[in-house]
């Protein structure tokens, strides 16, 4: 029975000890993105990033709906802990919907850069968004 206690002691003593704590992997980055918009009209529409850091970046559509953009998001790959368990774990840059597709300066759609991924690419690699009217 005291060796019982005993264990228990020490597992309480450690458990108080551990604290809290975040562990940081490496930076994650984005990388850019090659989308083509397959709509009516796709020089009405704009694609807005809203990066880490400053005004969100805007870029028009071209006529072909063809476009290559990049997605300045950053992450570290951390998880906080909290007596030795994990309590956190930050999402990957990818899975944020910082990818917006405008129209009339209206959101039409929300994309993470693993959505894109996720859709069928062509032949020269631009991933086919289709917007329906």
Same mark, same amino acid.
């Given at each position: 029975? @005291? =060796?019982?206690? /005993? !264990?228990?002691?020490?597992?309480? %003593?450690? *458990? ?5 704590? #975040? ?5 994650? /980055?984005?990388? +850019? ?9 796709? $020089? $009405?529409? #704009? ?5 880490? &850091?400053? +005004?969100?970046?805007?870029?028009? !559509?071209? /006529?072909?709906?063809?476009? +290559? *953009?990049?997605?300045?998001? @950053? $992450?570290?790959? $951390? /998880? ?6 994990? %309590? &956190? ?5 990818? #899975?944020?919907?910082?990818? =917006? ?5 209206? #959101? %039409? =759609? ?7 991924? =996720?859709?069928?690419?062509? @032949?020269?690699? &631009? ?7």
């Amino acid at each position: 029975m @005291t =060796r019982v206690l /005993t !264990v228990l002691a020490l597992i309480a %003593v450690a *458990f108080i000890q551990s604290g809290c704590g #975040t562990a940081c992997g490496p930076i994650r /980055t984005v990388p +850019a993105q090659r989308l083509s918009l397959v709509a009516p009209s796709p $020089s $009405s529409y #704009t694609i807005r990033v809203r990066p880490d &850091y400053g +005004a969100p970046i805007d870029t028009a !559509v071209p /006529t072909d709906g063809r476009i +290559a *953009f990049d997605v300045p998001v @950053t $992450s570290r790959d $951390s /998880t906080i802990f909290c007596f030795g368990l994990p %309590v &956190y774990h930050y999402p990957a840059p990818d #899975t944020l919907r910082v990818i =917006r597709v405008l129209r009339d300066d209206r #959101t %039409v =759609r929300k994309l993470s850069a693993q959505d894109i991924g =996720r859709l069928l690419a062509d @032949t020269d690699g &631009y991933h086919i968004l289709r917007i329906e009217q």
